[in-house]
């Protein structure tokens, strides 16, 4: 008796893998990506040298002093950079005429778009982590005490962080009419996130007499406030370096909590800026 076969179906968009490791081979070929991984492995071996991590800080000293500072410079870096190489993806492949020959190939548009997305987050991410870990695994070698649970929660931030401005990037991408209208409004969002951090969120709301209960809610929205904040607490239980901000925020929730809030809040964010962007890209006129 023969058993008619089952149709299976497909779990990933048809053409994802092909997209992602083209767009990867095409940027380990770029003289951009090495100068880009240069600029962070550059960055740990000048804070080596410099011996930050002999310096102390509210007790915390050796590799700690280090991760904290690194996290603060990604925070300034990351964000920008995802930005504004992100945002050229799509908008740039419909304007260079590329996009029509990549469609031409058995690929959906889905996989397409989730291609791009997963080979920027492989491209930009694992060079800030191997440099990341390769600070600690000298720290190891140079008898530093290192806290790799501390290192698994900032490389874990760090993912988040550059996956929620992915998302935005693609989604921006998406819906720009050109490559320098994309790169305009992704240097505007970033501006106007890093504008409403701390101290320029709370006197500008402060100013207009509004609840400072809901001031430090509403700079909780910002992903760039939640990732920095988070950096803190991990580095900083009690948050005695943000001031009277940290009363509420520990008050409110527990540092456990606040972690997890951390790492979910971004992540659902650029899941919802990704697929918002795929769902237009698939609607839209793409040529």
């Known amino acids: 008796?023969?058993?008619?076969?089952?149709?299976?179906?497909?779990?990933?968009?048809?053409?994802?893998?092909?997209?992602?490791?083209?767009?990867?081979?095409?940027?380990?070929?770029?003289?951009?990506?090495?100068?880009y991984s240069l600029l962070f492995g550059g960055f740990v071996a000048l804070m080596f040298i410099m011996g930050i991590t002999e310096s102390q800080i509210i007790g915390f000293v050796g590799l700690s002093r280090l991760m904290v500072t690194f996290m603060q410079i990604c925070m300034v870096i990351l964000p920008i950079y995802v930005l504004i190489t992100t945002?050229?993806?799509?908008?740039?492949?419909?304007?260079?005429?590329?996009?029509?020959?990549?469609?031409?190939?058995?690929?959906?548009?889905?996989?397409?778009?989730?291609?791009?997305?997963?080979?920027?987050?492989?491209?930009?991410?694992i060079p800030v982590f191997i440099a990341f870990l390769g600070a600690a695994i000298w720290g190891t070698i140079s008898d530093i005490d290192v806290s790799w649970n501390l290192f698994a929660l900032y490389s874990g931030l760090l993912a988040v962080m550059v996956f929620c401005f992915l998302g935005l990037g693609m989604l921006i991408s998406v819906l720009a009419s050109s490559q320098n209208q994309a790169t305009s409004v992704a240097f505007i969002s970033w501006l106007f996130l890093v504008a409403f951090l701390d101290l320029i969120l709370m006197g500008f709301m402060l100013k207009m007499r509004m609840n400072a209960d809901m001031v430090i809610g509403l700079g909780m929205l910002n992903p760039l406030q939640v990732f920095?904040?988070?950096?803190?607490?991990?580095?900083?239980?009690?948050?005695?370096?943000?001031?009277?901000?940290?009363?509420?925020?520990?008050?409110?929730?527990?540092?456990?909590?606040?972690?997890?809030?951390?790492?979910?809040?971004?992540?659902?964010?650029?899941?919802?800026?990704?697929?918002?962007?795929?769902?237009?890209?698939?609607?839209?006129?793409?040529?």
């Open 1 to 35: 008796m023969n058993i008619p076969a089952l149709n299976k179906k497909k779990i990933l968009p048809e053409g994802l893998t092909q997209i992602t490791m083209l767009e990867i081979r095409q940027s380990i070929r770029s003289i951009w990506f090495w100068a």
């Open 228 to 287: 920095r904040t988070a950096v803190l607490v991990l580095f900083d239980p009690q948050l005695t370096v943000m001031g009277p901000a940290s009363y509420y925020i520990l008050d409110t929730v527990s540092r456990g909590v606040f972690i997890a809030f951390a790492v979910v809040y971004p992540l659902f964010l650029g899941f919802l800026f990704a697929i918002i962007g795929n769902r237009r890209f698939n609607r839209k006129d793409i040529l």
């Open 87 to 125: 945002v050229r993806s799509v908008v740039g492949d419909r304007e260079t005429n590329v996009m029509e020959y990549m469609l031409s190939l058995p690929i959906s548009l889905s996989g397409y778009f989730w291609g791009k997305l997963a080979s920027k987050f492989f491209t930009i991410y």
